[in-house]
């Protein structure tokens, strides 16, 4: 099936610093979503994106739904040891509740 | 609210046997219940979409008779995978999506790790 393409496919950072990586798909959705899954359990979402340009925060986290609707990015800021997992994003060509593609996920590591 | 379960939390199970893995919306109704598969180091893969009361629509490539979904009631879906085979062996996870609220997103359940011998 098909899979959305994320980047960076790893990270390495220390504690404090800011993150970002981002999803690209060859074709439109209508709605983007950010998940985080820790090891051994489901996804968790963290930030839904309705509209294209829309930009949204959740505490430390923010997220945009890019203009051509084909891509979306994700900015951490001053991370935390809490923030370590698998970042993943998904696409809807409807809502959130209709069928998700997911992207190849980003795995963040947090350097002590 | 919208907390989705699933057991068991792990099987292991002999080649050739068949596994029965439950997915729960435990406080509210779910029009559409959606199972994953998620392969070591690898993202989610939609294998199937289960709407209550109906025949479950598979994607391209999940082979419907060996992945069996029964969508009873509007809290419980169930998956079972027939003569199952080492290279079944994978992390399931199945979501939900509450009744009646389109904008809604998925609600995850914990998954489910599948380990054959």
């Known amino acids: 099936g098909q899979q959305l393409n994320q980047s960076p496919q790893s990270m390495f950072i220390q504690e404090g610093e800011d993150v970002s990586m981002n999803c690209t798909s060859s074709?439109?959705?209508?709605?983007w979503l950010w998940y985080k899954q820790d090891p051994g359990e489901g996804p968790v979402l963290l930030i839904a994106?309705?509209?294209?340009?829309e930009l949204t925060s959740n505490g430390r986290l923010t997220a945009q739904f890019g203009i051509t609707r084909k891509d979306s990015f994700l900015n951490i800021s001053a991370s935390i040891p809490s923030d370590v997992g698998i970042y993943f994003c998904?696409?809807?060509?409807?809502?959130?509740?209709?069928?998700?593609?997911f992207g190849t996920g980003t795995r963040l590591t947090i350097i002590p | 609210g919208a907390v989705v379960s699933q057991h068991p939390s792990r099987v292991i199970c002999k080649s050739g046997t068949s596994v029965k893995i439950e997915c729960r919306s435990l406080?509210?109704?779910?029009?559409?219940m959606f199972w994953y598969r998620q392969f070591p180091k690898q993202s989610l893969m939609l294998m199937a979409t289960?709407?209550?009361?109906?025949?479950?629509?598979?994607e391209q490539g999940v082979e419907k008779d060996k992945f069996l979904i029964n969508h009873a009631s509007l809290t419980l879906s169930t998956l079972t995978v027939t003569s199952a085979h080492p290279e079944d062996s994978s992390f399931y996870i199945c979501?939900?999506?509450?009744?009646?609220?389109?904008?809604?997103?998925?609600?995850f359940g914990p998954g489910t790790r599948l380990t054959v011998l």
């Open positions: 979501s939900a999506t509450r009744q009646g609220i389109s904008t809604d997103t998925q609600y």
């Open positions: 074709s439109i959705f209508n709605t």
């Open positions: 994106l309705y509209k294209a340009g």
């Open positions: 998904a696409g809807s060509r409807g809502f959130g509740n209709e069928k998700l593609t």
């Open positions: 406080d509210f109704q779910a029009t559409t």
């Open positions: 289960s709407n209550e009361g109906s025949k479950a629509t598979y």
